[in-house]
Structure formats: C-alpha cells, structure tokens
Nanobody, 119 residues
Framework: QVQLVESGGGLVQAGDSLRLSCTAS????????MGWFRQAPGKEREFVAT???????NYADSVKGRFTISRDNAKNTVYLQMNTLKPEDTAVYYC?????????????WGQGTQVTVSS
C-alpha cells in the first residue's frame, strides 16, 4: 500500500530555513504528481506547492519566491525547501501523492510534520 513519511519539521526563528522531506513507497514514484499542503491551528488545510511527474511546479502565492519543491525519483523523495520563514508559515505540513499515474487528485497523505516559526 502507499506510504508517505515526512520529516524535517521543527522550531525555527523568523528568517530561518528548513527543508522538509517526504519518502514514498508502494508505487512507482516517478509516475505520480506530488504535493505539499499545510494546516494551521483553526484553519483549513491549504495548498503550498506541487510538482508534477514531468517536473513542472506550482506554488501558492504566499510562498512563491521563498519555497522550492523538488523531487528525486531515484530516492522516491519529494522535498520542500523553505527559506525566509515567517510566523504565518507555522502549520503542520503534509505530503500528498496523486491518485493515478500522470494525474488525478491528491488522495494519499502522510502523517504530517510540525513547523513552528517564532517571531
């Protein structure tokens, strides 16, 4: 079955950087779109960034220019490099994988990793 395991979260100060990782198993990783989403306390889960199986990327306006999503198909891993972190980036960050090869909605989710940014 599909498993997604995130790591790399933590407590940092505003302006610092963090890199999140998500390692997937259970399917042929290179064929699937991957994404990062986040949920802050009391808020809905929101889109952060996606990377298609082709390597094309998309970002939320709130993180554009500060966050970079990438993937290493040889390691079955997707990354989220987060620079110039702000207190409003504080959230649980979730990795997700598309439901079908080469497309589909994000159906599979990791357990989440906490990112806390202090001011």
């Amino acid at each position: 079955q599909v498993q997604l395991v995130e790591s790399g979260g933590g407590l940092v100060q505003a302006g610092d950087s963090l890199r999140l990782s998500c390692t997937a198993s259970g399917r042929t990783f290179k064929n699937y779109d991957m994404g990062w989403f986040r949920q802050a306390p009391g808020k809905e889960r929101e889109f952060v960034a996606t990377i298609r199986w082709t390597g094309s990327t998309n970002y939320a306006d709130s993180v554009k220019g500060r966050f970079t999503i990438s993937r290493d198909n040889a390691k079955n891993t997707v990354y989220l490099q987060m620079n110039t972190l702000k207190p409003e980036d504080t959230a649980v960050y979730y990795c997700a994988q598309g439901s079908f090869p080469y497309g589909g909605s994000f159906t599979y989710w990791g357990q989440g990793t906490q990112v806390t940014v202090s001011s």
